[in-house]
């Protein structure tokens, strides 16, 4: 930001004291047109001193940044950034609270954490999840996929039609006219749900699109026969190999019921759906998951090569770490990035820590909170 614009942009520093309503209000409205899932931070009770008041709310984002105000105790904002992201991928709001005693404020339905850090004032939050309405993306214009169509404006979704041909005549909320899968992955957000029906018009193009898309769910509408001519087909597309288009895929989609005609087809494939869309939080990415899965002891060895003949990526780091590896906070027990981390050295090992409170602590009594987490 520059000049006088306050205005609340994702790329601002984290934590900033000076964001307004206003600024946070436009920043849930831009991450809602982005389609991208956040959840909302607000006090709902303190106890002095902390420098937050009831009101004050934040916004967190999937990848964890703070947005807002919700006072500067960083083992505060570590508990809210966490909570938020459990939140998101469960779907489900939670009641915060953070104390020195945690065990002061614990009661049912409040789930208490302490605080660690100098203000020891108390907070209570209410973290509320924001996903937005998931994408049905319906590929093709057979009599199912009509059906699909129509059926699928009682659910929350969003019905998007990949017809090349649509015309007016049509249940969906818009139309994608293109099968290029890379421009229909362009016109629709993250993680869809996806459901081939084109009955072999551009089936291999509506699944790579459902791959590339990282879809929560990709259903095929085919036989055993045509699937896997359309599973190799849209490696080829994908330039990857079919077992990770087929760990991905759904064939038969929908659930084993007696369904003969397209209607019955559809809701068959709507119940799937419903599955899998309540699924999609805790799972965010299945595709890439399912085909990290499929790779096999392949990507975990280091001479392995990609589909595309490239080297396969490792998780280990040139020192031989682990990327991905946290450490956990002897204080509070929460988890800590050794990189970025607050550390302290003690009897030749380091310890890493959520905040500065919790290194502070440490650094005054280390073999209490030591013989603590040896008890525990």
Known sequence: MTGNDSRASIDDPPHRATVSDGDVAELEAALTDRGEPYARVTIVRREPPVSANVGDRAVVTRDGELHGWIGGAACAQTTAISEAKAAMDDGKPRFVGIAPDPDEIDRPGLEAFPMHCHSEGVLELFVEPVNPTPELLVVGDSPVARSLSRLAGELAVDVVLVDPDAGDDHDADRVVTTTDPDAVVEAVGRSPLVVVASMGKYDA????????????????????????????????????????????????????????????????????????????????????????????????????????????????????????????????????????????????????????????????????????????
């Open 205 to 376: 193009r509506g699944v790579a699109a459902g791959v590339a898309a990282d879809a929560a769910y990709v259903g095929l509408v085919a036989s055993d026969a045509r699937s896997g001519e359309v599973i190799e087909r849209a490696a080829e597309l994908l330039e990857t190999d079919p077992e990770r288009v087929r760990a991905v895929v759904t064939n038969p989609a929908g659930v084993d019921i007696e369904a003969y005609t397209p209607t019955e087809i559809a809701v068959s494939i709507l119940a799937e759906v419903v599955d899998a869309r309540a699924n999609a939080g805790s799972a965010r990415r299945p595709a890439a998951e399912a085909q990290q899965s499929a790779e096999g002891t392949e990507s975990e060895s280091s001479g392995a090569e990609s589909a595309a003949g490239e080297p396969a990526e490792s998780d280990a780091t040139e020192d031989g770490t682990g990327a991905a590896d946290l450490a956990t906070d002897p204080v509070c027990g929460m988890t800590a990035d050794p990189e970025t981390a607050p550390a302290v050295d003690h009897d030749g090992e380091t310890y890493y820590f959520c905040c500065a409170g919790c290194a502070d602590s440490f650094r005054e009594e280390p073999e209490s909170y030591l013989e603590r987490g040896e008890a525990a």
